[in-house]
Protein backbone atom coordinates (compact mmCIF):
# COMPACT_ATOMS: atom_id res chain seq x y z
CA UNK A 1 0.00 0.00 0.00
CA UNK A 2 1.70 3.66 -0.97
CA UNK A 3 1.73 6.13 1.68
CA UNK A 4 2.58 8.48 -0.88
CA UNK A 5 -0.69 7.74 -3.00
CA UNK A 6 -2.97 7.59 -0.43
CA UNK A 7 -2.45 11.23 0.83
CA UNK A 8 -5.23 14.09 -1.01
CA UNK A 9 -3.89 16.87 -2.81
CA UNK A 10 -5.26 20.30 -1.78
CA UNK A 11 -6.52 22.67 -4.84
CA UNK A 12 -5.34 26.18 -4.46
CA UNK A 13 -8.06 28.46 -5.93
CA UNK A 14 -7.30 29.41 -9.25
CA UNK A 15 -6.28 26.49 -9.98
CA UNK A 16 -8.80 23.73 -11.86
CA UNK A 17 -8.43 19.84 -12.01
CA UNK A 18 -10.03 18.06 -15.13
CA UNK A 19 -10.17 14.04 -15.28
CA UNK A 20 -11.17 12.66 -18.36
CA UNK A 21 -10.55 9.46 -20.35
CA UNK A 22 -7.50 10.53 -21.57
CA UNK A 23 -5.44 11.58 -18.52
CA UNK A 24 -5.49 14.61 -16.03
CA UNK A 25 -5.10 18.24 -17.09
CA UNK A 26 -4.47 20.81 -14.40
CA UNK A 27 -4.70 24.90 -15.11
CA UNK A 28 -3.75 27.70 -13.51
CA UNK A 29 -0.92 29.83 -14.84
CA UNK A 30 -0.08 27.37 -17.10
CA UNK A 31 -1.91 24.33 -18.58
CA UNK A 32 -0.10 21.09 -17.78
CA UNK A 33 -1.67 17.45 -19.00
CA UNK A 34 -0.43 13.93 -18.15
CA UNK A 35 -2.03 10.77 -19.02
CA UNK A 36 -3.00 7.99 -16.95
CA UNK A 37 -1.09 4.90 -16.45
CA UNK A 38 -2.92 1.46 -15.91
CA UNK A 39 -3.59 0.13 -12.59
CA UNK A 40 -4.59 4.13 -11.05
CA UNK A 41 -7.95 5.97 -11.02
CA UNK A 42 -8.17 9.80 -10.13
CA UNK A 43 -11.08 11.93 -9.17
CA UNK A 44 -11.81 15.26 -7.80
CA UNK A 45 -14.25 16.04 -5.13
CA UNK A 46 -14.15 18.38 -1.95
CA UNK A 47 -11.49 20.33 -4.17
CA UNK A 48 -9.22 17.50 -3.25
CA UNK A 49 -7.40 14.81 -6.02
CA UNK A 50 -8.07 11.56 -4.50
CA UNK A 51 -5.31 8.52 -6.61
CA UNK A 52 -6.72 5.16 -6.30
CA UNK A 53 -5.90 1.73 -7.12
CA UNK A 54 -7.96 -1.24 -9.11
CA UNK A 55 -5.84 -3.54 -7.18
CA UNK A 56 -3.63 -4.21 -3.83
CA UNK A 57 -0.50 -5.32 -6.52
CA UNK A 58 2.79 -4.02 -5.65
CA UNK A 59 3.10 -2.43 -9.34
CA UNK A 60 -0.30 -0.92 -8.99
CA UNK A 61 1.51 0.77 -5.35
CA UNK A 62 3.93 2.50 -6.80
CA UNK A 63 2.23 3.35 -10.30
CA UNK A 64 -0.57 5.00 -7.30
CA UNK A 65 2.54 6.89 -5.31
CA UNK A 66 4.46 8.07 -8.42
CA UNK A 67 0.79 9.58 -10.01
CA UNK A 68 -0.32 11.18 -7.13
CA UNK A 69 3.66 12.90 -7.18
CA UNK A 70 3.45 14.15 -11.50
CA UNK A 71 -0.12 15.67 -10.19
CA UNK A 72 1.12 17.40 -6.98
CA UNK A 73 4.33 18.46 -8.99
CA UNK A 74 1.44 19.72 -11.70
CA UNK A 75 -0.06 21.84 -9.47
CA UNK A 76 2.75 23.43 -7.53
CA UNK A 77 4.20 24.05 -11.03
CA UNK A 78 0.96 25.90 -11.89
CA UNK A 79 0.82 28.17 -8.90
CA UNK A 80 4.45 28.58 -7.96
CA UNK A 81 6.31 27.19 -11.13
CA UNK A 82 9.48 25.46 -10.95
CA UNK A 83 13.35 27.41 -10.57
CA UNK A 84 16.74 25.81 -11.32
CA UNK A 85 19.76 28.15 -11.02
CA UNK A 86 23.33 27.19 -13.23
CA UNK A 87 26.66 29.11 -12.23
CA UNK A 88 29.26 29.22 -15.07
CA UNK A 89 32.74 28.92 -13.23
CA UNK A 90 36.19 29.74 -15.49
CA UNK A 91 37.87 32.85 -17.03
CA UNK A 92 36.54 33.54 -19.96
CA UNK A 93 33.17 31.34 -20.10
CA UNK A 94 30.05 33.70 -20.54
CA UNK A 95 26.65 32.76 -21.85
CA UNK A 96 23.95 35.29 -23.96
CA UNK A 97 20.52 34.63 -24.55
CA UNK A 98 19.66 35.88 -28.42
CA UNK A 99 16.14 35.14 -29.21
CA UNK A 100 15.40 31.37 -28.65
CA UNK A 101 18.84 30.15 -28.50
CA UNK A 102 21.51 30.39 -25.46
CA UNK A 103 24.96 30.72 -26.84
CA UNK A 104 27.64 29.60 -24.52
CA UNK A 105 31.36 29.81 -24.86
CA UNK A 106 32.74 27.53 -22.53
CA UNK A 107 36.82 27.44 -23.82
CA UNK A 108 35.91 25.33 -26.50
CA UNK A 109 37.63 26.47 -29.91
CA UNK A 110 33.45 27.23 -31.15
CA UNK A 111 30.51 28.46 -29.36
CA UNK A 112 27.69 26.15 -28.39
CA UNK A 113 24.27 27.20 -29.57
CA UNK A 114 21.56 25.50 -27.71
CA UNK A 115 17.44 26.27 -28.49
CA UNK A 116 15.26 27.06 -25.41
CA UNK A 117 12.26 24.99 -25.48
CA UNK A 118 8.56 26.76 -25.54
CA UNK A 119 7.65 25.50 -21.98
CA UNK A 120 11.06 27.17 -19.98
CA UNK A 121 12.00 30.47 -19.51
CA UNK A 122 15.76 31.29 -19.48
CA UNK A 123 17.75 34.19 -18.00
CA UNK A 124 21.01 35.13 -17.93
CA UNK A 125 22.65 37.63 -15.65
CA UNK A 126 26.15 37.31 -15.77
CA UNK A 127 27.93 34.36 -14.95
CA UNK A 128 23.99 33.11 -13.66
CA UNK A 129 21.99 31.70 -15.47
CA UNK A 130 18.12 30.91 -14.49
CA UNK A 131 15.79 28.42 -15.41
CA UNK A 132 11.72 28.81 -15.18
CA UNK A 133 8.75 26.86 -15.95
CA UNK A 134 5.43 25.41 -14.59
CA UNK A 135 6.88 21.78 -16.22
CA UNK A 136 9.25 20.34 -13.44
CA UNK A 137 10.57 17.21 -15.50
CA UNK A 138 10.92 20.42 -18.83
CA UNK A 139 13.01 22.64 -16.27
CA UNK A 140 15.21 19.98 -14.67
CA UNK A 141 16.47 18.24 -17.91
CA UNK A 142 17.09 21.61 -19.59
CA UNK A 143 19.29 22.50 -16.39
CA UNK A 144 21.01 18.75 -16.81
CA UNK A 145 21.38 19.52 -20.57
CA UNK A 146 23.17 22.47 -20.26
CA UNK A 147 25.31 21.64 -17.01
CA UNK A 148 26.24 18.18 -19.55
CA UNK A 149 28.01 21.06 -22.25
CA UNK A 150 30.71 21.77 -19.34
CA UNK A 151 30.65 19.67 -16.52
CA UNK A 152 32.96 21.56 -13.28
CA UNK A 153 36.39 19.27 -13.46
CA UNK A 154 37.64 18.19 -10.00
CA UNK A 155 40.78 20.15 -9.98
CA UNK A 156 39.56 23.85 -10.07
CA UNK A 157 36.12 23.69 -10.19
CA UNK A 158 35.74 25.12 -13.58
CA UNK A 159 32.70 24.29 -15.71
CA UNK A 160 28.78 24.78 -15.06
CA UNK A 161 27.53 23.74 -11.80
CA UNK A 162 24.54 24.08 -9.98
CA UNK A 163 24.26 27.03 -7.58
CA UNK A 164 23.87 24.91 -4.50
CA UNK A 165 26.35 22.20 -5.58
CA UNK A 166 29.21 21.82 -4.05
CA UNK A 167 32.27 21.14 -5.69
CA UNK A 168 35.09 18.88 -3.81
CA UNK A 169 38.24 19.78 -5.46
CA UNK A 170 41.45 17.28 -5.37
CA UNK A 171 44.94 17.90 -4.59
CA UNK A 172 47.43 18.35 -7.82
CA UNK A 173 50.26 16.76 -8.11
CA UNK A 174 52.53 16.87 -5.17
CA UNK A 175 56.32 16.56 -5.65
CA UNK A 176 58.41 14.42 -3.67
Do not use: C, W
Not at 76 to 101: C, D, H, N, R, S
Amino acid sequence: MSRIGNKAIAIPSGVKVAVDAAGVTVEGKAKLSLPLPPFVAVEVKDGNVHVSTASDDRKASAMQGLTRSLINNMVIGVTAGFKKELQIVGVGYKAQLTGKKLVLNLGYSHTIEYSVPESVKVVVEGPKITIEGADKQAVGEVAAEIRRFRPPEPYKGKGIRYSDERIILKEGKSVG
